[in-house]
């Protein structure tokens, strides 16, 4: 199975200022037939169920903001929030589509300083 | 719009059984593949598996088998989970959540049910 490992378990940032939340697999999730990385980003704030924010590592899910961009490749990923605003307030989880079984990190929760 | 409409929170006690439903609309419900998730009280989210829409075939994740089902009625785009032998620990929100892409099974999830909320206590 592959693990995820998200750090840190939570980060509190200015509003404005910019968070990173980071997810490391325990294998590569980068499929050499396609060059692609089999990592997606959630959302979830309380009371809701999780909202796909980015995936294949990189791509921003319609309707989301640009100030969230996913970066990395191969064990090592990235979850950009730009300018931190009072609604991203939330946990964040990555997860891996790799191979089964599909496995999600334990979870950043960020919140405002 | 795409969309997974769950069935409501349920109160059960050790020992029985419980269905949960999740309806499916905005889309071919057999074009996609349907996963179900949970999540404990307070903890992060841990994958129970997944069924074919299309053959009905279902595979389990490692500690979600023998007591759970997953099941479908295609002709109301519906999709069940179905849990036996119901113990405290199972207590939980569950999730349906249905895959991007291109339908196939290993993918990112891209809809989301709203959740069941299951409680289990005598």
């Known amino acids: 199975d592959i693990v995820m490992t998200q750090s840190p378990d939570s980060l509190t940032v200015s509003l404005g200022e910019r968070a990173t939340v980071n997810c490391k697999s325990s294998?590569?999730?980068?499929?050499?037939?396609?060059?692609?990385?089999?990592l997606a980003w959630y959302q979830q704030k309380p009371g809701q169920p999780p909202k796909l924010v980015i995936y294949?590592?990189?791509t921003r899910e319609s309707g989301v903001p640009d100030r969230f961009g996913g970066s990395g490749s191969g064990t090592d990923f990235s979850l950009t929030i730009s300018s931190l605003q009072a609604e991203d307030v939330a946990v964040y989880y990555c997860?891996?589509?790799?191979?089964?079984?599909?496995?999600f990190g334990g979870g950043t929760k960020v919140e405002i300083k | 719009q795409v969309q997974l409409v769950q069935s409501g929170s349920e109160l059960k006690e050790p020992g029985a059984s419980v269905k949960v439903s999740c309806r499916a609309s905005?889309?071919?419900?057999?074009?996609?593949?349907m996963h179900w998730v949970r999540q404990a009280p307070g903890q992060g989210l841990e994958w129970m598996g997944w069924?074919?829409?299309?053959?009905?075939?279902?595979t389990y994740a490692q500690g979600f088998t023998g007591r759970f089902v997953f099941s479908l009625d295609t002709s109301v785009s519906t999709a069940y989970l179905q849990i036996s032998s119901l113990k405290a620990e199972d207590t939980a929100v569950y999730y349906c959540?249905?895959?991007?892409?291109?339908?196939?099974?290993?993918?990112?999830?891209?809809?989301w049910g709203q959740g069941t909320l299951v409680t289990v206590s005598s």
């Open positions: 959540a249905r895959v991007g892409g291109n339908g196939y099974y290993l993918s990112w999830f891209d809809t």
């Open positions: 905005g889309y071919t419900f057999t074009t996609y593949a």
């Open positions: 069924i074919n829409t299309n053959t009905g075939d279902a």
């Open positions: 294998q590569s999730v980068l499929h050499s037939s396609n060059n692609k990385n089999y």
């Open positions: 294949w590592a990189s």
């Open positions: 997860q891996q589509y790799y191979s089964s079984p599909l496995t």
